[in-house]
């Protein structure tokens, strides 16, 4: 039987309100940074059954614990801390979350208007902190036992719900002031609940499914000139339903007759890997300027963000053909200016069975593809220990089931140049909307809260910018890896111009020599040193519930002249 709701304050009635409504809405997770404005909330969320409660103390390791809950569920996860600057330290999440189109909901517990601007404590401006990154902002009433407000806080919650999810998701910030009495057991003076009130029937909310935009791979087609020299470019994105994502590029393909170019970040790779139609190695192909020329398209249609590839975007706005962009409404994701249209939306099948159309065009990448393929084996086939090859590695030992998570810099650029499939892989995800460090370790271990294997491959440097994340890891639920490439600085640097620059090291290499079996045992995290492939590969079949870390030791220096010498540019 349940038990009966008997609050003895406002703003448990109010935040008991609060937490049912997002439940029943579709809540699964909340992410709590302790704090003492934010009791109620926290306290309602904890009691509520069907809410998963994660607490980080550190907010903006929270941040992104809640973002990576997000990207694995499809669904936004919340976030609540106290008011001051804990509510600051979220803003690189939100811009993540805002990038990447991810929903996500930020409750940031405030003082009441009679307590600002005058110096009390803990206490900042905090209404539009985000600036213009939340998809939508705002600030609750006051906790009030009125059922007009009661009812107004509701629906503002139901509202931000919906906002985040669609048709431009993102992150929805809610600003709630709270009085004092705070917590839940101390009686107010004079408290009463609205008569007749009863919490079941008041969140007791109709169904409102999210409603998507979509449009079919026909409509695309229908859409785009009538050339056989089209190249259908897909970023590094997430798709909700892989299955469908994959057929609906497959029949664009095969309407059209033109190749399939997919970021190694986009799941796709594996999952068109046997379709005949893709080109992954599109990167190493580009960087010749006569296959470049040779290859020059007359038409692109590009589904969601450009890939990481800088070969592919120069390559695409020395074209300058027009394009076709499909993804988030009204947002411009083309930063080579391209002549192009765009429809707002994601791409879905038709279930149409389609016979395959071939082109002198398509005939000609894909012979390019196996002489570039059978190069890049070649590279990676060796037993010494650098980057490239990890990638390769992971390939073998993971799954369609499981997850690989992305850190920036270096290992993006590694899974999009050695990352060949032969078929479905696991599914990829990465923070790939702004392009930081920030967060890596904690997005991955959100995403692992849903108990499926995920691995994480990052530098040193994100790794050690986002340690805190440790603190979140001991008696975690979840099963996660983490592969830190420890080259003892930040090797992308080492391929830039400045490289040369005689304060290099001082200024950009970031050298570090932390040791961080000592930083993982501190923390009561396993960590293995992989000796060679082998001591790798037995190493990634550890499996179960936590965190463990298996730091690869590379030489900066070497690799970046290993790199230099593999993907010189050749000219023609």
Same mark, same amino acid.
């Given at each position: 039987?349940?038990?009966?709701?008997?609050?003895?304050?406002?703003?448990?009635?109010?935040?008991?309100?609060?937490?049912?409504?997002?439940?029943?809405?579709?809540?699964?997770?909340?992410?709590?940074?302790?704090?003492?404005?934010?009791?109620?909330?926290?306290?309602?969320?904890?009691?509520?059954?069907?809410?998963?409660?994660?607490?980080?103390?550190?907010?903006?390791?929270?941040?992104?614990?809640?973002?990576?809950?997000?990207?694995?569920?499809?669904?936004?996860?919340?976030?609540?801390?106290?008011?001051?600057?804990?509510?600051?330290?979220?803003?690189?999440?939100?811009?993540?979350?805002?990038?990447?189109?991810?929903?996500?909901?930020?409750?940031?517990?405030?003082?009441?208007?009679?307590?600002?601007?005058?110096?009390?404590?803990?206490?900042?401006?905090?209404?539009?902190?985000?600036?213009?990154?939340?998809?939508?902002?705002?600030?609750?009433?006051?906790?009030?036992?009125?059922?007009?407000?009661?009812?107004?806080?509701?629906?503002?919650?139901?509202?931000?719900?919906?906002?985040?999810?669609?048709?431009?998701?993102?992150?929805?910030?809610?600003?709630?002031?709270?009085?004092?009495?705070?917590?839940?057991?101390?009686?107010?003076?004079?408290?009463?609940?609205?008569?007749?009130?009863?919490?079941?029937?008041?969140?007791?909310?109709?169904?409102?499914?999210?409603?998507?935009?979509?449009?079919?791979?026909?409509?695309?087609?229908?859409?785009?000139?009538?050339?056989?020299?089209?190249?259908?470019?897909?970023?590094?994105?997430?798709?909700?339903?892989?299955?469908?994502?994959?057929?609906?590029?497959?029949?664009?393909?095969?309407?059209?007759?033109?190749?399939?170019?997919?970021?190694?970040?986009?799941?796709?790779?594996?999952?068109?890997?046997?379709?005949?139609?893709?080109?992954?190695?599109?990167?190493?192909?580009?960087?010749?300027?006569?296959?470049?020329?040779?290859?020059?398209?007359?038409?692109?249609?590009?589904?969601?963000?450009?890939?990481?590839?800088?070969?592919?975007?120069?390559?695409?706005?020395?074209?300058?053909?027009?394009?076709?962009?499909?993804?988030?409404?009204?947002?411009?994701?083309?930063?080579?200016?391209?002549?192009?249209?765009?429809?707002?939306?994601?791409?879905?099948?038709?279930?149409?069975?389609?016979?395959?159309?071939?082109?002198?065009?398509?005939?000609?990448?894909?012979?390019?593809?196996?002489?570039?393929?059978?190069?890049?084996?070649?590279?990676?086939?060796?037993?010494?220990?650098?980057?490239?090859?990890?990638?390769? *590695? !992971?390939?073998? %030992?993971?799954?369609?089931?499981?997850? =690989?998570?992305? @850190?920036?810099?270096?290992?993006? &650029?590694? $899974? +999009?140049?050695?990352?060949?499939?032969?078929?479905?892989?696991?599914?990829?995800?990465?923070?790939?909307?702004?392009?930081?460090?920030?967060?890596?370790?904690?997005?991955?271990?959100?995403?692992?809260?849903?108990?499926?294997?995920?691995?994480?491959?990052?530098?040193?440097?994100?790794?050690?910018?986002?340690?805190?994340?440790?603190?979140?890891?001991?008696?975690?639920?979840?099963?996660?890896?983490?592969?830190?490439?420890?080259?003892?600085?930040?090797?992308?640097?080492?391929?830039?111009?400045?490289?040369?620059?005689?304060?290099?090291?001082?200024?950009?290499?970031?050298?570090?020599?932390?040791?961080?079996? *000592? !930083?993982?045992? %501190?923390?009561?995290?396993?960590?293995? =040193?992989?000796? @060679?492939?082998?001591?790798?590969? &037995?190493? $990634? +079949?550890?499996?179960?519930?936590?965190?463990?870390?298996?730091?690869?030791?590379?030489?900066?220096?070497?690799?970046?002249?290993?790199?230099?010498?593999?993907?010189?540019?050749?000219?023609?």
């Amino acid at each position: 039987m349940a038990k009966a709701f008997r609050p003895v304050n406002t703003n448990t009635l109010w935040a008991a309100v609060g937490v049912r409504t997002l439940r029943r809405r579709g809540l699964t997770h909340v992410v709590i940074s302790p704090g003492s404005r934010s009791t109620p909330m926290a306290a309602a969320f904890a009691e509520e059954a069907g809410v998963q409660v994660t607490v980080a103390l550190d907010e903006r390791s929270a941040g992104f614990i809640a973002l990576g809950i997000a990207k694995a569920t499809h669904r936004p996860a919340a976030l609540l801390c106290t008011s001051g600057t804990a509510v600051a330290n979220y803003l690189p999440a939100v811009i993540e979350a805002r990038m990447s189109a991810t929903p996500l909901l930020v409750l940031s517990a405030d003082r009441p208007a009679e307590l600002r601007e005058c110096h009390s404590g803990q206490t900042i401006r905090q209404n539009d902190l985000y600036g213009s990154y939340p998809v939508w902002t705002t600030e609750a009433a006051a906790p009030s036992t009125s059922p007009r407000l009661l009812r107004h806080w509701r629906q503002t919650l139901v509202d931000a719900w919906q906002r985040s999810q669609g048709p431009l998701a993102g992150p929805v910030h809610l600003n709630l002031p709270f009085r004092d009495p705070l917590t839940p057991s101390e009686a107010e003076p004079g408290f009463k609940l609205p008569v007749g009130f009863d919490l079941e029937s008041f969140t007791d909310l109709p169904a409102c499914p999210v409603v998507h935009s979509y449009v079919t791979s026909f409509s695309v087609a229908e859409a785009l000139p009538k050339t056989p020299r089209g190249v259908i470019v897909a970023g590094p994105q997430h798709f909700e339903d892989r299955d469908d994502s994959a057929q609906a590029l497959l029949e664009l393909s095969l309407f059209t007759g033109w190749p399939i170019l997919a970021d190694g970040a986009s799941t796709l790779r594996g999952d068109l890997a046997s379709s005949g139609r893709l080109i992954s190695a599109y990167d190493l192909i580009l960087r010749d300027s006569g296959e470049a020329r040779a290859l020059a398209p007359e038409a692109v249609v590009v589904i969601g963000p450009l890939p990481t590839s800088k070969a592919l975007r120069t390559w695409l706005e020395k074209a300058d053909a027009p394009t076709l962009l499909i993804g988030r409404p009204g947002e411009n994701t083309d930063p080579t200016h391209a002549r192009w249209s765009r429809i707002d939306g994601a791409i879905a099948s038709t279930g149409i069975k389609l016979t395959e159309q071939k082109s002198a065009y398509l005939t000609s990448w894909r012979k390019r593809q196996r002489t570039a393929r059978t190069r890049l084996d070649k590279l990676v086939a060796g037993e010494r220990l650098f980057e490239g090859g990890i990638i390769s *590695r !992971l390939d073998q %030992a993971l799954g369609m089931h499981d997850r =690989l998570f992305v @850190g920036s810099s270096m290992p993006i &650029r590694d $899974l +999009e140049w050695f990352y060949h499939p032969s078929g479905p892989g696991p599914e990829i995800l990465s923070n790939r909307g702004a392009n930081g460090i920030d967060g890596t370790v904690s997005t991955a271990l959100g995403a692992s809260l849903d108990g499926r294997r995920t691995v994480l491959l990052c530098g040193d440097l994100a790794f050690l910018h986002d340690s805190n994340a440790l603190l979140s890891a001991y008696g975690h639920p979840g099963d996660l890896t983490v592969v830190v490439i420890n080259n003892q600085g930040g090797g992308i640097f080492n391929h830039l111009p400045v490289a040369g620059h005689a304060r290099f090291e001082q200024l950009w290499g970031t050298p570090q020599a932390t040791d961080l079996g *000592r !930083l993982c045992a %501190a923390h009561r995290v396993r960590h293995d =040193l992989a000796e @060679g492939w082998a001591s790798f590969r &037995r190493l $990634l +079949e550890v499996r179960g519930k936590g965190v463990r870390v298996i730091e690869l030791r590379t030489d900066r220096e070497a690799d970046a002249a290993w790199r230099l010498r593999s993907f010189r540019k050749r000219t023609a």
